[in-house]
């Protein structure tokens, strides 16, 4: 279903304080137009940050110079509309993020007709979205706005694989913090879009006690202990390799636990032994294939780090036609 077309102010760059703690009123009008930024923040991405991401994918395709084939063969006003276009089925995610990055490039207003929304399954051929603004700017901001939307609409597409495998099961499919340096907010937006859930988004909203922190501290409730009395509102997930282990990480009192490379046998005498009294959570081992094996043991989530450092992307293209 298409929306009609929106215009859309272009962006004037980040302003003052722009992704520097601006409140939570003011930073809705930092660049971007603010029903763009609204749409994002319900999203529950970050504006400023989306921008940001926006100028430093099309500061680093420009290198501080100009696109130089489109200025030599694209006349100053002329105007096209261009359609984003899955080349392949899958789930899409990042529309905003890519009018974002479009709006960072548009020195005019630009109108936007959107035919999807973000989280659809899509078939080969869809039209996603639709911009017709200057031939110029669309040009130059394709590259770097198709980057993000594949990305994103890749791991989309991977997430709901394993959330259409793990249907019926208490289990959710979660991601990690194997992500992108400067795009991890993005790329777990995106499993959310695929039907996954997030882990933790940084080392301090949440703890997680490894191999090597119990090592350090002389053992798992030593480690659990520590972090507790240094961070008590904290959630804190341990991470075990033994059934051995996780019996002292239940008794310390773990908000949630780690089964690493349990096979799904392991899995299930884990869940026996805890009783409901924290959250499981699989991980190692972990593949399409065993993924409703490992679900129907009753653990609460898969961790799959792959979601966000190997999907692959989801082959999008831009076509320019002739504005209507």
Not at 250 to 258: E, F, K, Q, R, T
Not at 302 to 315: C, E, N, R, Y
Request: hydrophobic letters at 45%; proline letters at 4%.
């Amino acid at each position: 279903m298409s929306t009609p077309d929106l215009p859309l102010a272009p962006s004037d760059g980040c302003g003052d304080g722009c992704a520097c703690g601006a409140d939570d009123e003011a930073y809705l009008e930092c660049g971007l137009d603010p029903a763009l930024a609204q749409l994002l923040a319900d999203a529950g991405l970050d504006p400023l940050e989306v921008e940001d991401i926006a100028n430093v994918a099309i500061q680093e395709d420009l290198a501080g110079g100009v696109d130089v084939t489109t200025v030599a063969t694209i006349p100053e006003d002329a105007v096209a509309t261009a359609d984003f276009v899955a080349r392949e089925p899958g789930v899409v995610a990042g529309l905003r993020v890519a009018e974002a990055v479009m709006s960072v490039v548009c020195e005019e207003e630009f109108e936007v007709e959107r035919h999807v929304e973000d989280g659809e399954r899509v078939t080969e051929g869809r039209t996603l979205l639709s911009i017709t603004t200057r031939t110029r700017d669309l040009l130059t901001a394709e590259r770097s706005a198709l980057n993000l939307l594949c990305r994103l609409s890749g791991i989309a597409t991977a997430a709901r694989a394993w959330a259409d495998v793990l249907e019926g099961t208490v289990a959710k499919v979660r991601d990690t913090r194997k992500t992108t340096p400067g795009l991890r907010s993005l790329e777990k937006f995106a499993v959310r879009c695929g039907g996954g859930v997030n882990h933790r988004m940084s080392l301090s909203d949440a703890a997680l006690v490894k191999d090597n922190h119990v090592v350090a501290a002389g053992g798992v409730a030593q480690a659990f202990k520590a972090v507790r009395e240094s961070f008590p509102d904290v959630p804190i997930e341990v991470e075990v390799d033994t059934l051995h282990q996780l019996r002292e990480a239940v008794d310390a009192g773990a908000d949630l636990i780690l089964l690493d490379n349990f096979t799904p046998g392991e899995c299930e005498e884990a869940v026996a032994l805890v009783r409901g009294r924290a959250a499981l959570e699989a991980s190692g081992r972990l593949t399409l294939d065993n993924a409703r094996a490992y679900a129907d043991t009753g653990v609460d989530f898969l961790a799959v780090g792959a979601l966000t450092h190997s999907s692959p992307i989801l082959d999008i293209g831009l076509d320019l036609r002739a504005a209507e």
